[in-house]
């Protein structure tokens, strides 16, 4: 079960998320066809950033939107999507970590969305996304200790793992994980009809690249 907070809805009454549920996958190296279709796309940014700034992409625009209605500052703690994005115009490279973040990676820059993959096997009980407590801190990813209080956050029995700006190591997915939980931080404009169109797509690579079975929703 995966619950919005309702003091996030109250700020931003049309939020919403997809989650994406896989088991039985296999994750490791991104096969060629992911690497030369997410290479291409890349380069295709890189042209863009010559006309367009990150802050042109409607994405950014709304996400950035977004974490003001929560109090929480843009330009300080930076979406997901909207740090990728500023890689790739200042020409940095995105490097393919394995198969499950390399999907991510993609889909989260054609749409300008943070995406979370996490891996289902440690999470427990309920998961809620809500603001942070002042006791809510984890190591994320980037080899930091994060303070998440007052931050838009995932959690569950355990605790925070997750948000759309960096995850936690805890729930980080490797090679030998065969279950894992996608949560996409949809746009709150987005209509359920396109908020699913996406979904399916990312469900639709993920599967093709890792084998198993899946299962997704929308959360409102």
């Known amino acids: 079960m995966i619950n919005i907070a309702k003091d996030i809805k109250q ?3 049309s939020f919403k998320l997809g989650a994406i549920l896989y088991h039985d996958i296999v994750i ?3 096969p060629q066809m992911l690497k030369g279709r997410f290479q291409l796309f890349l380069e295709s940014l890189k042209l863009d ?3 367009l700034s990150v802050s042109d992409h409607p994405g950014v625009q709304e996400w950035r939107k977004t974490f003001k209605a ?3 500052d843009p ?3 930076r979406p997901s999507a909207e740090a990728l994005l500023r890689r790739v115009y200042s020409g940095k490279d995105i490097g393919m970590i394995n198969s499950a973040v390399d999907v991510n990676n993609f889909f989260s820059l054609q749409y300008g969305v943070p ?3 996490y891996n289902a096997g440690p999470l427990t009980g309920d998961i809620e996304v809500r603001l942070g407590k002042a006791e809510d801190q984890y190591e994320g990813l980037n080899g930091r200790l ?3 209080e007052a931050k838009l956050l995932s959690s569950d029995a355990s605790g925070p793992f997750g948000s759309p700006i960096v995850d936690s190591k805890r729930t980080m997915t490797h090679d030998n994980v065969t279950s894992a939980l996608q949560i996409v931080y949809l ?3 987005m209509s359920t009809k396109e908020a699913g169109k996406l979904l399916a797509a990312i469900e639709k690579m993920f599967i093709q690249i890792h084998g198993g079975s899946s299962e997704s929703f929308i959360i409102q």
């Open 146 to 148: 994060m303070n998440m």
């Open 28 to 30: 490791g190296e991104s």
């Open 187 to 189: 746009r709150p404009s």
């Open 115 to 117: 995406i979370g993959i």
């Open 11 to 13: 700020l931003v009454p």
């Open 70 to 72: 929560l109090a929480m």
């Open 75 to 77: 330009s300080r703690y």
């Open 49 to 51: 950033a010559h006309q």
